[in-house]
């Protein structure tokens, strides 16, 4: 087990959500984001939309757990 499987073992439901949420937001905005990406060959026009969009949920993603009372509810978690 990992650290981070032990540590998601003792959250709870709520903050191991936003522990994932976070997670594919990085990981989505590492791999995905075909902007921010250096080095991205030419790839189709249906992927280049449908990486976009992913790159527009991540952000949504992020943007809802950096909200004052997402943040608020997160923190009052002792495991967050």
Do not use: F, H, Y
């Not at 902007?35 to 991205?40: F, H, I, L």
């Not at 790839?43 to 949504?60: G, K, M, N």
Request: charged content about 30%; aromatic content about 2%.
């Amino acid at each position: 087990m990992t650290t981070q499987e032990a540590s998601s073992a003792v959250s709870s439901p709520l903050v191991q959500v936003a522990e994932a949420l976070d997670r594919l937001a990085a990981r989505v905005e590492r791999d995905c984001n075909v902007e921010a990406s250096e080095g991205v060959g030419p790839i189709e026009p249906e992927w280049a939309r449908v990486l976009d969009e992913l790159a527009v949920v991540a952000d949504q993603c992020r943007t809802v757990l950096d909200r004052p009372d997402v943040l608020s509810v997160l923190t009052k978690d002792p495991a967050w």
